[in-house]
């Protein structure tokens, strides 16, 4: 088994539109989250001791949180309110061969939160609109 440091994840964000615009915006994150859920429906009949599903729709979400930079800030408020952003997120880093989660998602939320006995932070939320294809860093 090949356990990896979380300090080596990468992440990217880039808009459909113009591909060449991606950001690496891995120095500024401390957290990546990328929950992946299956709608079920109950096939449950008579007769039954137990519940019985089948699979539906899947759903996925990214969350992340990081350190607040005003470039950072122009990059996040600007995908607000973009019709699709791209993603790339490589928890192992971007070693050939290393696994990838890649797709499209949609801006959700993005807040900036300060208190005085802490530093300056941000949140930032993407729904995906596509699967979430994993792959290799290539």
């Known amino acids: 088994m ?11 964000l880039g808009t459909a539109a113009a591909p060449t615009v991606e950001a690496d915006i891995s120095g500024y994150v401390l957290n990546i989250q990328m929950p992946r859920t299956t709608d079920t429906a109950e096939t449950s009949t008579l007769g ?10 899947t759903d996925g979400s990214i969350s ?12 996040l408020t600007d995908l607000m309110g973009t019709a699709s952003v791209d993603y790339y997120y490589r928890p192992q880093g971007n070693t050939i061969g290393l696994p990838q989660y890649s797709g499209s998602a949609v801006p959700t939320n993005y807040q900036v939160t300060a ?3 802490d530093v300056a932070s941000w ?4 729904q995906c609109t596509s699967a979430i294809t994993r792959g290799v860093v290539v």
């Open 115 to 117: 208190g005085i006995g």
């Open 2 to 12: 090949a356990f990896t440091h979380g300090s080596k994840a990468k992440f990217w």
């Open 48 to 57: 039954n001791l137990f519940k019985t599903y089948v699979p539906g729709l």
């Open 123 to 126: 949140t930032f939320q993407l």
């Open 64 to 75: 992340l949180d990081g350190r607040y930079d005003p470039v950072m800030d122009i990059i």
